[in-house]
């Protein structure tokens, strides 16, 4: 190559990069707002038994606060777009629409939206189409549960399980168990144990494992066959085995402890030190964990890795320093993108996919309402003005159509759901309740 051209290259690259990194400090550096910094609480509600109200601080009304979340509620649990069905003579299930089946996660959701905000009849409804119709009452699968089913015919569409469905399980039943005891129609103690138990006598037959992989202390992407070997960064919720550590009283306690941390240990590792992104699937390293292609990149699993680290921060607290730091990164990258107009699909360094991962019959970025409102939580954890204008976008996010046609109240809804209920103080550690 001739020197001249190879200087010229250089200098343009270096130009490149240098405006790069001045428009990032730019955009960093005008944010402005009368509410001032944020400043974090440094402990968690373990601790103090207590938890922030951002919409509070930022200036909104109780009441109107109270309208938000029942408004939200009534969306996806009750209004002409819910997903939560009430059928048979005292069963539910929550659906979710575009892929026309119910799935553990949605069905899990469901079950820690209840208990959080003590509807306790949805609750057992819900409990009880599970457990009719995806619990495995029998064979290696046994108190396992199919991640998918038809919910018209009850049919298993696959009678695999997806981790995050028994996480979501399990936790929800120990906070029944605090909340409402265990002797009002269901042993919310003993269907929570019964799951524990028979996760930990999983010995390989019919390739089935523990959802936690013994070897690394990481829950799993899936309990059986290779997906025992990998994880989804998402499943990676330190808060949780906090709770199990507590309440399960199966004499793991030392285990799960351990869990916690080490899915703290990987979160830094797996998002990214700039960006603060993390694929969809990951080895137990934190390193992207490609299939095809899927995987790689941040994708719809991926929202809610920055909700599961801000529900780590409220409740314990006990990685404050990255937290900030992370929350920081991870708000910065998406403020330079654009407050109203970032995508829900990236590769980790920020770039755009070559592939961009369908969602029903769409395949198209979007600035979708469940990135909006999981990325607003974060604010409990930064320092700077700009989390207030995430606080700001998630108040004025609705749950509708998108111009072209797109409509999601199932993920959508229930992670604007979840995230309203965090930062208005309502997404809570459910502790014994004395009589």
Request: charged share 25%.
């Amino acid at each position: 190559m001739n020197k001249k051209i190879y200087l010229s290259l250089v200098f343009i690259i270096g130009l490149m990069l240098l405006t790069e990194n001045i428009i990032a400090q730019d955009c960093d550096e005008k944010v402005q707002d009368s509410r001032g910094e944020m400043v974090p609480w440094t402990k968690g509600a373990s601790e103090t038994g207590e938890y922030r109200n951002l919409f509070l601080e930022a200036g909104y009304s109780q009441a109107d606060i109270d309208v938000k979340l029942e408004k939200a509620y009534y969306d996806v649990f009750e209004g002409p777009n819910r997903v939560y069905f009430e059928v048979e003579d005292s069963l539910a299930y929550v659906s979710d629409l575009k892929n026309k089946d119910a799935r553990t996660e949605g069905l899990s959701y469901g079950l820690m939206v209840a208990v959080q905000l003590n509807k306790k009849e949805v609750f057992d409804k819900l409990w009880r189409w599970t457990v009719k119709y995806m619990q495995h009452q029998k064979g290696p699968n046994e108190a396992y549960f199919a991640w998918s089913v038809d919910p018209k015919t009850g049919i298993k569409n696959s009678g695999g399980s997806a981790s995050d469905g028994e996480l979501f399980f399990i936790t929800s039943l120990l906070f029944a168990s605090n909340l409402w005891g265990n002797e009002t129609g269901i042993d919310y103690y003993g269907e929570a144990r019964r799951i524990l138990d028979a996760m930990w006598s999983k010995d390989g037959t019919g390739g089935v494992r523990n959802i936690l992989n013994e070897e690394h202390k990481q829950i799993t992407f899936v309990p059986h066959n290779g997906g025992y070997d990998w994880t989804d960064p998402s499943y990676h919720v330190p808060a949780f085995f906090e709770i199990w550590a507590e309440y399960a009283k199966d004499g793991h306690e030392e285990f799960y402890q351990t869990t916690a941390d080490t899915a703290r240990a990987f979160l830094h590792r797996t998002t990214h030190p700039e960006t603060g992104l993390n694929p969809d699937y990951a080895e137990f390293s934190g390193a992207p964990h490609s299939r095809g292609k899927m995987g790689d990149a941040f994708r719809y699993d991926s929202w809610r890795v920055p909700f599961n680290i801000a529900m780590d921060y409220s409740w314990f607290a006990k990685d404050r320093e990255w937290q900030q730091q992370y929350a920081h990164r991870f708000q910065n990258f998406l403020y330079c993108e654009g407050i109203e107009n970032y995508v829900d699909q990236y590769n980790i360094d920020g770039s755009t996919p070559d592939w961009i991962l369908p969602a029903g019959d769409f395949q198209k970025l979007r600035h979708s309402l469940g990135l909006v409102s999981t990325a607003a939580t974060t604010s409990l954890m930064t320092t700077h003005p700009k989390g207030w204008k995430f606080l700001d976008e998630i108040w004025d996010a609705k749950l509708e159509p998108y111009e072209d046609g797109y409509f999601d109240p199932y993920f959508d809804g229930l992670l604007h759901l979840f995230s309203l209920m965090q930062l208005g103080g309502k997404y809570r550690i459910i502790t014994p309740q004395v009589n």
